[in-house]
């Protein structure tokens, strides 16, 4: 894949984000992880990778501190890829597909995998965006505030 | 782009999400869509994508019933690109991306756009997994429950 324009200059923090896990198998290598995954052969047998292609999103996702190698967990000689507080960050955008494919990309009794509560045994219940007041907020109530180009003559 | 392997019959809700949305292009195509964008000139314009590219995702997601094409509404001879239901529940999503960058992805005190309520006026409130009762949930208190493979004699 040919290397494309970094966004990591945008002021807009969706492009910023997008730079790093917007690409399907970064963000599958992430629910991976999210799952216990920490070992390079692991991933590459859970997501049937191409070895080359995962040597390089694991690198590009060190490099942008979602992960981070450490020493093999039983001592022995293998790395494991673990995510960082950022990385674990990623919970939620995670969580939010999930729950998109949920509602929109199954056929109605077709069976999915859950997001159970370890502590209720039950479902994690639907997010979504709300007010301050915890009213529902459509796409139509917000707006976004752009950030003001520098004037000209600022240096 | 080699079209790779369909995740579209994977019983992980997070696999089928990612396999429609799990591009930079797409994620950033619906991220203008929500800020009003419906014209193929516009999305090329702001994004600086390629044409073919463009048109490459813009099909894929009609395909995926994201967007819908329509015609303009200015009367005009133009088609625009109008999200649907099934995209609107992208929103989510896309707070959750850009949450994400404003907490990790910027240097304190650099300037970023904001999402703001207009009801408001004020940024939109974090978002976060929680449990039924409102406690703030942590990957570690949460388990994935797979669907069970099929028993080798059932049809």
């Known amino acids: ?89 990623l919970f939620s955008v995670i969580v939010m597909l999930r729950q998109w494919g949920e509602a929109h990309l199954f056929a109605r009794g077709e069976k999915h995998s859950q997001l159970i509560d370890r502590a209720s045994g039950k479902p994690v219940p639907k997010l979504g965006v709300r007010r301050a007041n915890g009213a529902v907020l459509t796409p139509a109530g917000t707006f976004v505030k752009k950030v003001p180009a520098p004037s000209p003559d600022s240096k």
Chains 1, 2 share one sequence.
């Not at 894949?1 to 970064?26: E, H, N």
């Not at 999210?34 to 070992?39: E, L, S």
């Open 1 to 89: 894949m040919a290397r494309r324009k970094s966004l990591a200059a945008s002021s807009c923090p969706v492009a910023r984000a997008v730079d790093i896990v917007g690409d399907r198998w970064a963000l599958l290598i992430v629910r991976d992880a999210f799952d216990g995954v920490r070992r390079f052969g692991e991933f590459q047998e859970n997501l049937g990778i191409a070895r080359n292609i995962l040597t390089d999103r694991l690198r590009l996702l060190v490099a942008a501190d979602v992960f981070e190698v450490v020493p093999a967990s039983d001592g022995s000689a293998y790395q494991e890829y673990v995510l960082t507080r950022k990385g674990e960050a």
